[in-house]
T-cell receptor
Framework: NAGVTQTPKFQVLKTGQSMTLQCAQDMNHNSMYWYRQDPGMGLRLIYYSASEGTTDKGEVPNGYNVSRLNKREFSLRLESAAPSQTSVYFC????????????FGPGTRLTVT | GESVGLHLPTLSVQEGDNSIINCAYSNSASDYFIWYKQESGKGPQFIIDIRSNMDKRQGQRVTVLLNKTVKHLSLQIAATQPGDSAVYFCAEYLAGGGADGLTFGKGTHLIIQP
């Protein structure tokens, strides 16, 4: 039981490049989330998926897209990376909703130059 | 604006002492409050939660206290150990808001002195 896994762990992009962050969970959770974490700020929700087949915008969705590929996988795509997207990205999952225990992945540290 | 905050960004305590981490919230309608722990280089880890109809909840070596009168939440860690060194986040949740209803605070860095 690996919990929540994320790839890659580190990534450096040039402005304008695109990439996809991968996330998978093996706990059969319905809900999955993408957050970003910036210094001096709390976790901010980018997108979430309450169940397979649904996705919704969070607090900071601009510049991102997501895909809930199946119940296990939830990917985050940056179509044209900008320096403002330099951050640590966390994927999380929960069984019954955001206020219940969320399980977080180890994070992806992204730098956009 | 920021509706969840912490009184102290850094808290240093001696190993074996008790730690108290504080959190203020501004939305009196919030239904749930949650504490997460984040060790360096790792993702946050759930510690304990409390519903708004409760004043206190205890876990293993941790106690969360909720004072709705002054909109204050605290996490008490008993007999702190080196492994307790981490950043601790509080979060509040407003029912009906979907995943957007969860707001995280900035975090308090707990340092355990030997």
């Amino acid at each position: 039981n690996a919990g929540v896994t994320q790839t890659p762990k580190f990534q450096v992009l040039k402005t304008g490049q695109s990439m996809t962050l991968q996330c998978a969970q093996d706990m059969n959770h319905n809900s999955m989330y993408w957050y970003r974490q910036d210094p001096g700020m709390g976790l901010r929700l980018i997108y979430y998926s309450a169940s397979e087949g649904t996705t919704d915008k969070g607090e900071v969705p601009n510049g991102y897209n997501v895909s809930r590929l199946n119940k296990r996988e939830f990917s985050l795509r940056l179509e044209s990376a900008a320096p403002s997207q330099t951050s640590v990205y966390f994927c999380a999952s929960s069984n019954r909703g955001p206020y219940h225990e969320q399980y977080f992945g180890p994070g992806t540290r992204l730098t956009v130059t | 604006g920021e509706s969840v905050g912490l009184h102290l960004p850094t808290l240093s305590v001696q190993e074996g002492d008790n730690s108290i981490i504080n959190c203020a919230y501004s939305n009196s309608a919030s239904d749930y409050f949650i504490w997460y722990k984040q060790e360096s280089g790792k993702g946050p880890q759930f510690i304990i939660d409390i519903r708004s109809n409760m004043d206190k909840r205890q876990g293993q070596r941790v106690t969360v206290l909720l004072n709705k009168t002054v909109k204050h939440l605290s996490l008490q860690i008993a007999a702190t150990q080196p492994g307790d060194s981490a950043v601790y986040f509080c979060a509040e949740y407003l029912a009906g808001g979907g995943a957007d209803g969860l707001t995280f605070g900035k975090g308090t860095h707990l340092i355990i002195q030997p």
